[in-house]
T-cell receptor, first 114, second 114 residues
Framework: DTEVTQTPKHLVMGMTNKKSLKCEQHMGHRAMYWYKQKAKKPPELMFVYSYEKLSINESVPSRFSPECPNSSLLNLHLHALQPEDSALYLC?????????????FGQGTRLTVV | AQTVTQSQPEMSVQEAETVTLSCTYDTSESDYYLFWYKQPPSRQMILVIRQEAYKQQNATENRFSVNFQKAAKSFSLKISDSQLGDAAMYFCAYSGGSNYKLTFGKGTLLTVNP
């Protein structure tokens, strides 16, 4: 199993809503990542978890709150988002935080904030 | 800071022909890794090929090969016998230094014409 599974695939939410994005992998990877990707742009790193602990936060606004309940799951909790937060949110995992090992990406969640 | 530059926003190739995508990077590190990722319309980022900087031999994966010129800081991707399924956005990426972040180029949109 070399899959990273993200749910939901599409999400529309209002600016006052609270929602969560989920990511799951069963490859035994100990590093997991959240990226944000705007249309026709490269992915931008948001958060890195290593061994279930947050190791990198790329100065992401607090309306985005990551959580890593266990080594297989990664969540991104969303609250009071702005329309400019609309984007594709990609989850990735790798064997460990040393990125020379292959990073596997999910198909992403297409988020629209209205 | 490390930067990755892809100077070709768009490229096109005829089916069965060969195409080369360009990538240059800037770094002061001696130990690093370079990647080409493919992102088709399905949105999932897929690793195409990986190169370790300390290896002089160019990496090859079936129809995909790289021309790694370390002194020139160049890392181009050659796709031979292009197929319709190769149509996608291709991102060049760098990883190295103490934080092991993946730094992406802006991408090259490849169209394969039948």
């Amino acid at each position: 199993d070399t899959e990273v599974t993200q749910t939901p695939k599409h999400l529309v939410m209002g600016m006052t809503n609270k929602k969560s994005l989920k990511c799951e992998q069963h490859m035994g990877h100990r590093a997991m990542y959240w990226y944000k990707q705007k249309a026709k742009k490269p992915p931008e790193l948001m958060f890195v978890y290593s061994y279930e602990k947050l190791s990198i936060n790329e100065s992401v606004p607090s309306r985005f709150s990551p959580e890593c309940p266990n080594s297989s799951l990664l969540n991104l909790h969303l609250h009071a988002l702005q329309p400019e937060d609309s984007a594709l949110y990609l989850c990735a995992s790798s064997r460990d935080r040393v990125v020379n090992t292959e990073a596997f990406f999910g198909q992403g969640t297409r988020l629209t904030v209205v | 800071a490390q930067t990755v530059t892809q100077s070709q926003p768009e490229m096109s190739v005829q089916e069965a022909e060969t195409v080369t995508l360009s990538c240059t990077y800037d770094t002061s590190e001696s130990d690093y890794y370079l990647f080409w990722y493919k992102q088709p319309p399905s949105r999932q980022m897929i690793l195409v090929i990986r190169q370790e900087a300390y290896k002089q031999q160019n990496a090859t994966e079936n129809r995909f090969s790289v021309n790694f010129q370390k002194a020139a800081k160049s890392f181009s991707l050659k796709i031979s016998d292009s197929q319709l399924g190769d149509a996608a956005m291709y991102f060049c990426a760098y990883s190295g230094g103490s934080n092991y972040k993946l730094t992406f180029g802006k991408g090259t949109l490849l169209t394969v014409n039948p």
